[in-house]
């Protein structure tokens, strides 16, 4: 989940917690500073937190100084979470400059192999066919935890795929 956190994502932590499923949270560090308790309550409940940078930029457009100074603010703002390892770069936009970087910091960047392009249908059931249609054993489905209709879709994918025999586990596991 990208962009967060947010006003709706307790409602998915709920969702998260009653389906005994773990997630993982690529967060800006605005919505870090706005919503710690959240992040707080993420990690306590065995999510995993990563970084989302701190302003959202096309990191492969950026000086490397700039790069790691999205990651580092970000990371900082993360107090009494552990500092996050996973880097989901802001539209999936990476290129060995930024790959050095991430690496640098010790972190490693993931992208994704399902989109749901959740933020642009902004439609839970549009949202859930397209996480149905495209997961395989070992995919990352891309959701964005700003949006009701995104989280609303949540339970009816882990319902569905937990029937079809997956299981879920955070990238870090995944990894
Ligand atoms: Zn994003």
Redesign the pocket.
């Known amino acids: 989940f ?2 967060g956190p947010g006003p709706q994502t307790p409602q998915l932590l709920d969702t998260l917690k009653a389906k005994g499923v773990r997630a993982t949270f690529f967060t800006i560090g605005p919505h870090v500073r706005s919503y710690p308790h959240v992040v707080a309550r993420a990690v306590q409940e065995g999510h995993v937190v990563g970084n ?1 940078t701190w302003n ?1 930029p096309v990191l492969s457009k950026l000086a490397p100084q700039q790069v790691a100074n999205e990651l580092t603010s970000t990371n900082n703002v993360a107090a009494g979470a552990p500092s996050p390892i996973l880097v ?1 770069p ?1 539209y999936g936009a990476k290129n060995p400059s930024v790959m050095s970087v991430i690496g640098q910091h010790g972190m490693v960047a993931v992208i994704w192999d399902v989109d749901t392009e959740d933020w642009k249908n902004r439609n839970s059931s549009i949202s859930t066919q397209r996480a149905l249609a495209g997961v395989k054993r070992g995919s990352i489905i891309l959701m ?1 935890d700003i949006h009701p209709t995104s989280v609303n879709a949540v339970p009816c994918i882990l319902n569905t795929l937990k029937q079809q025999g997956y299981r879920f586990v955070t990238v870090q596991t995944l990894l």
């Open positions: 990208d962009d989302h959202h989901r802001p964005h």
